[in-house]
């Protein structure tokens, strides 16, 4: 699988241009093209490690292009795909819930129906040469709706998706599972806890706390800031995927998480108080956290039960959210700083 080469979609944006990094250094012989729209949220600066490499190539075009998507199997005949590619903020779902359904729902399908059909040629038979192509397919435990205060999702947690973006994951992640079911293709899934590190868009909580602080401008909470969430390190996550892609068993799924439980009031002050220290100014920068008006529909809890990759995979995060967020700080504090 190492020599294989790979068609990875939405690598231009936060964790695929991070795993795209990972994984061509740590699979020296790995060849990657790299599917992407290009939409407000990939950036080409992103892959800057990479964009030099003989085994990285860039596309831009959009995984609801069928054509494109037959074109590029038949020149480069993958091993195996990585869909990363979506739609994936929250609040613009609210907004805008009709690009979600686009790509994260029929762009899914498209991609995974032009990679059977390029692989199999009738239900449960494989061609030759594609006994080990896999498709691995990274969702989100967004769709399995919202916690109380105790409880973790499992991957036998019914799914109760509440936004739209979580609702248009989890439709594609029932259409990756009947793949499996109805043709025998070779299927993975991940679902990951909140991701964060370096090269999120800044759109996101993390970026969003790190930039208002520095330029002095009152940092936005939802509502009482009491909203949890399960926090991975973006290169825990990285590996995990490396992980499931080579060792996961087909057509099972598995939850990737931290262990990292913090609500987002934390999250601000943990910032703030990193911040404080590297970057002091007159007052604290917890002065400027103001909590805003809740995001409707917000789930109040997300917490994962990552022990099923941990004991069948071998996987476990290397970061806590205290050694990570440093990382994180020190990696915003250059690009927006520069900026
Ligand atoms: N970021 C998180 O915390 C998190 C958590 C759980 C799951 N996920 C999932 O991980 C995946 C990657 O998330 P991310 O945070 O890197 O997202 P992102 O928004 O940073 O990047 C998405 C990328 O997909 C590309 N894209 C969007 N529509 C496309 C289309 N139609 N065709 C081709 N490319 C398209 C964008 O240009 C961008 O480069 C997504 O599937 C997301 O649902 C993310």
């Known amino acids: 699988m190492t020599n294989s080469t790979i068609l990875v979609s939405g ?6 241009s991070n795993f795209i990094t990972y994984y061509l250094e740590e699979n020296p012989t ?25 085994n990285y190539s860039f596309v831009k075009g ?11 199997f038949n020149i480069y005949n993958f091993n195996g795909v990585i869909h990363f590619a979506a739609e994936s903020h929250v609040d613009n779902s609210i907004e805008k819930p009709e690009a979600f359904i686009s790509t994260n729902v029929l762009g899914t399908f498209t991609l995974l129906d032009v990679a059977k059909n390029h692989w199999m040629q009738a239900p449960n038979k494989v061609n030759e040469g594609c006994t080990n192509n896999r498709f691995l397919h990274i969702s989100t435990d967004e769709v399995y709706g919202t916690l109380g205060e105790t409880g973790l999702f499992t991957e036998l947690t019914p799914y109760a998706p509440n936004s739209p973006y979580s609702a248009s994951k989890a ?17 993975v899934t991940t679902n990951c806890s909140n991701n964060y590190g370096p090269k999120q868009h800044d759109e996101k909580l993390i970026p969003t706390i790190i930039r208002k602080a520095i330029q002095g401008e009152n940092i936005p909470i939802y509502g009482n800031g009491k909203n949890i969430r399960d926090w991975l390190y973006v290169l825990d996550h990285c590996k995990g995927i490396d992980l499931v892609y080579k060792t996961g068993k087909a057509g099972e799924t598995y ?4 262990k990292n439980e ?3 009031i934390y999250i601000a002050n943990t910032i703030c108080e990193v911040l404080d220290t590297v970057l002091p100014k007159q007052k604290s920068y917890k002065e400027l956290i103001t909590f805003v008006k809740d995001r409707p529909g917000h ?6 039960d990552a022990s099923k990759i941990q004991k069948e995979l071998d996987w476990k995060a290397n970061e806590n ?6 990382k994180t700080i020190n990696w915003y504090l250059k690009k927006y700083i520069k900026a």
């Open 11 to 16: 690598g231009a944006g936060f964790i695929g």
């Open 262 to 264: 913090r609500d987002n």
């Open 255 to 258: 939850n990737i998480g931290g």
């Open 62 to 72: 959009d995984i609801c292009d069928r054509a494109l998507i037959e074109k590029l």
């Open 321 to 326: 959210f205290e050694s990570g967020i440093k």
């Open 299 to 304: 789930d109040f809890r997300y917490a994962i």
């Open 171 to 187: 439709s594609s992640d029932f259409i990756v599972r009947s793949y499996f079911h109805t043709f025998g293709m070779n299927v």
């Open 30 to 54: 790995a060849k990657i093209i790299n599917l992407d729209k290009l939409t407000y949220a990939g950036k080409l600066s992103n892959l800057i490690e990479v964009e030099n490499n003989k």
